[in-house]
T-cell receptor, first 114, second 112 residues
Framework: GESVGLHLPTLSVQEGDNSIINCAYS??????FIWYKQESGKGPQFIID?????DKRQGQRVTVLLNKTVKHLSLQIAATQPGDSAVYFC?????????????FGAGTQVVVTP | NAGVTQTPKFRVLKTGQSMTLLCAQD?????MYWYRQDPGMGLRLIHY???????AKGEVPDGYNVSRLKKQNFLLGLESAAPSQTSVYFC???????????FGPGTRLLVL
């Protein structure tokens, strides 16, 4: 996942622009990935998921890309809106023996400016 | 549907005190989880349950106990709170057939 530390990396995006949030995962055996959005003072909210047999998956205004070669995951948000301001983090699941158990990244703070 | 609810929202404890955090879900989910979230770190799994009457240890179980007497409730207990347990605690639940977890709003715990 993202680097561990007290301060999260921050992505500042102008309203209407596209956002790209990156995540480096740790285990080459991981076969299922989820992106979560967490607004201040709230619990994480599921955005989109992808399995390791896919390279790309699209949702409403969001796209997740998976590059297994370099163990990299990205979340693209199209036409970023003020309501997209939040912490975004990825989670990886390490296979059938780890059903329901994920390794979570620390997250990236996205700030949308007018 | 209320989804996943947690009580209390905020609590201050003194070192050595005990407390129980309650998680309730109304989605008939089989799986339930307790996590802690610390500044600059990802969620870490404390304990989880795959069904009523069953619990298992997660990544950071020391100092915590859990019980799942009813399918809809998952309780997290701190027997003797320590300052290192100051954190935000999240409960989550999911269906047996899905790994999508639904999270509660969190409980902020401060141990002095």
């Amino acid at each position: 996942g993202e680097s561990v530390g007290l301060h999260l990396p921050t992505l500042s995006v102008q309203e209407g622009d596209n956002s790209i949030i990156n995540c480096a995962y740790s285990n080459s055996a991981s076969d299922y990935f989820i992106w979560y959005k967490q607004e201040s003072g709230k619990g994480p909210q599921f955005i989109i998921d992808i399995r390791s047999n896919m390279d790309k998956r699209q949702g409403q205004r969001v796209t997740v890309l998976l590059n297994k070669t370099v163990k990299h995951l990205s979340l693209q948000i199209a036409a970023t809106q003020p309501g997209d301001s939040a912490v975004y983090f990825c989670a990886e699941n390490r296979g059938t023996d780890s059903w329901g158990k994920f390794q979570f990244g620390a997250g990236t703070q996205v700030v949308v400016t007018p | 549907n209320a989804g996943v609810t947690q009580t209390p929202k905020f609590r201050v404890l003194k070192t050595g005190q005990s407390m129980t955090l309650l998680c309730a879900q109304d989605m008939n989910h089989e799986y339930m989880y307790w996590y802690r979230q610390d500044p600059g770190m990802g969620l870490r799994l404390i304990h989880y349950s795959v069904g009523e009457g069953t619990t298992a240890k997660g990544e950071v179980p020391d100092g915590y106990n859990v019980s799942r007497l009813k399918k809809q409730n998952f309780l997290l207990g701190l027997e003797s709170a320590a300052p290192s347990q100051t954190s935000v605690y999240f409960c989550a639940s999911s269906y047996l057939s899905s790994q999508t977890q639904y999270f509660g709003p969190g409980t902020r715990l401060l141990v002095l």
